[in-house]
């Protein structure tokens, strides 16, 4: 009783260790490659209702992180305009050609996607209350999404991945709610959040046929019990008959009526839901327009796929223009905390909740694992907070020991998030042994997305660096950022680095052993006689040429 007494103060504790984590490591991330479009592409379908541009994003995560900016009157300049549908070119010109302070921009961008992050832990805590009615178990699930870093790497950018994240967890844990104590209220909230989630981005539509999965073992469940009620002698059934066949069916069939119409309500709901938003965002009052823009939004993505992808895929070594079907797998092992792995091993499926929150990370998983697009772990994001509730409500009820382990486990997981600090997108657990062999398992936007630039120049200035050359693989801008300090060296050249100091992004490092490439970074800095310094941020390395 008295921990239940204690649990909104608690929660708000812990809330406000994840807020400093999140805010304190945002301070101080550049632009990462994809938040400038993201950001431009909000303002724009924000304040014109262009829904076409930036077609494969669905609207409603990048208008929520561009809302404070379009309230402060910001706006991306008419000069993207000549440039077409290039959302990068028109983040861009928002960042660094409007007359804007482009770190101002990215704070007020990213703040509505830290709300949403805080949300998303606290969504956590009540499934994992409601559903095991611990209230310490429910604090431990918070802590094992609020201190994740992959969560908090992608928490506090700017981009769609936490919007999807949030609003699939909410409707999947509103959903099993429903289906145990059937409520209007609840029902009213699904249909927001399931709309809420498809407007945020295509792959929120998985949410269809994990309900059509879940509903019918539920159904099958439900049936198979009521048939081992009836046949048993003891039940009440037999004790108090009625017209049609005891109290106890009568409820159960009550119950199994307004489960239905709830569900109704839900799936009413969402659909008047999605509606609003396209035709609010796009300012069409035309029922069919929200139902033509997701059509082109998945033919948009289905032709992206489609196509060659510029930037090659890499994993373990090899580079594929096509992806692995193991990628994901690769990318859980080693960017997950070990605590955290050890924790899944614990999970076991000793209730529908369970199950149900297992199948979606399978099925998300599973359809990942088809994609030929592997970028980044960002991509199956939504399947942790999944996983970290199946975790709390398998420890809640298991042996002393066991839950003892847990809460072990738990503590070092908080640990590893906070030591992670404030590095979380180039955050690799020891399983590739020196932080060094990163690049050798991963790139992109597992280890360098371009967030490290203004980290850079704060160590030139630290070390009062005059001069120095950057290879910068984000969007940030070596210019702005650095100033006369800073030069931008845009690839490998024939001729040797000069002396001085020179910085690569270790994503373009590991980019030049592609098999296409005409020199590699290890020969070119061998020629230019650069030794290596060390590492800002996890990733960006610093070479000296004597």
């Not at 077609?55 to 993207?80: C, H, K, M, N």
């Not at 993505?301 to 930037?311: G, I, N």
């Not at 890499?314 to 050890?342: C, N, Q, R």
């Not at 850079?456 to 009062?464: D, F, V």
Request: glycine share 8%.
């Amino acid at each position: 009783m008295r921990l239940r007494s204690l649990a909104l103060p608690m929660l708000a504790a812990l809330g406000a260790v994840v807020l400093a984590l999140a805010a304190g490591s945002m301070r101080h991330d550049s632009a990462t490659a994809d938040e400038a479009a993201h950001i431009a592409s909000g303002l724009i379908k924000l304040r014109e209702g262009r829904l076409d541009f930036y077609r494969t994003q669905a609207p409603l995560t990048e208008a929520i992180a561009a809302f404070p900016l379009a309230v402060g009157g910001y706006r991306v300049s008419d000069e993207w305009r000549q440039f077409g549908n290039r959302p990068w070119v028109a983040g861009h010109i928002l960042l660094y050609r409007s007359g804007y302070d482009a770190q101002r921009v990215l704070t007020l961008a990213r703040l509505p996607v830290i709300v949403l992050f805080l949300c998303l832990g606290v969504a956590v805590f009540w499934f994992v209350r409601d559903v095991t009615g611990s209230v310490f178990w429910g604090l431990g699930a918070f802590i094992l999404a609020g201190f994740c870093p992959t969560l908090l790497a992608h928490g506090r950018l700017a981009t769609v991945d936490m919007g999807l994240t949030f609003f699939v967890f909410v409707a999947c844990a509103l959903f099993l709610r429903l289906l145990r104590k059937p409520s209007r209220g609840v029902a009213l909230a699904l249909g927001v959040a399931v709309a809420c989630a498809i407007a945020s981005k295509v792959s929120g539509v998985i949410l269809v046929p994990w309900f059509g999965v879940v509903l019918g073992a539920w159904v099958y469940r439900t049936n198979r019990t009521n048939r081992t009620e009836r046949t048993d002698r003891t039940a009440v059934i037999d004790v108090v008959p009625s017209g049609e066949g005891g109290m106890w069916v009568v409820g159960e069939t009550q119950r199994g009526r307004d489960r239905w119409i709830s569900l109704l309500i839900a799936a009413a709901t969402s659909l008047l839901v999605f509606c609003a938003i396209y035709m609010a965002l796009g300012r069409a009052f035309d029922p069919t327009f929200p139902f033509r823009e997701l059509l082109n939004e998945v033919q948009a993505v289905r032709a992206f796929y489609a196509e060659r992808h510029v930037l090659p895929q890499f994993l373990l070594g090899e580079f594929s223009a096509d992806g692995w079907p193991h990628y994901y797998l690769v990318a859980i092992a080693v960017k997950t905390p070990l605590a955290a792995l050890l924790l899944f091993c614990l999970i076991r499926t000793r209730s529908f909740e369970i199950f149900a929150l297992l199948l979606f990370a399978a099925l998300f998983l599973l359809v990942s694992a088809f994609s030929s697009l592997n970028l980044g772990i960002r991509h199956i994001l939504p399947i942790y907070p999944f996983l970290y509730a199946a975790v709390a409500i398998s420890l809640a009820d298991a042996r002393l020991r066991l839950r003892f382990l847990g809460a072990l486990l738990v503590f070092a997981h908080a640990l590893t998030g906070l030591f992670a600090y404030p590095s979380y997108i180039s955050y690799f657990n020891p399983l590739i042994g020196s932080h060094r062999n990163a690049d050798r398992v991963l790139i992109d936007s597992n280890l360098d997305w371009g967030q490290d630039l203004v980290r850079l120049r704060r160590w030139a200035e630290q070390n009062n660096v005059q001069r120095l050359r950057v290879h910068y693989f984000g969007a940030g801008n070596v210019e702005r950022e650095l100033g006369p300090r800073g030069e931008r060296w845009s690839a490998l050249r024939p001729q040797p680095l000069p002396q001085g100091w020179f910085a690569v992004s270790r994503h373009f490092y590991r980019l030049s052993f592609h098999p296409r490439a005409r020199m590699n970074y290890d020969t070119y800095l061998a020629l230019s006689k650069a030794h290596y310094v060390r590492t800002v941020g996890g990733s960006i390395d610093i070479y000296r040429v004597d």
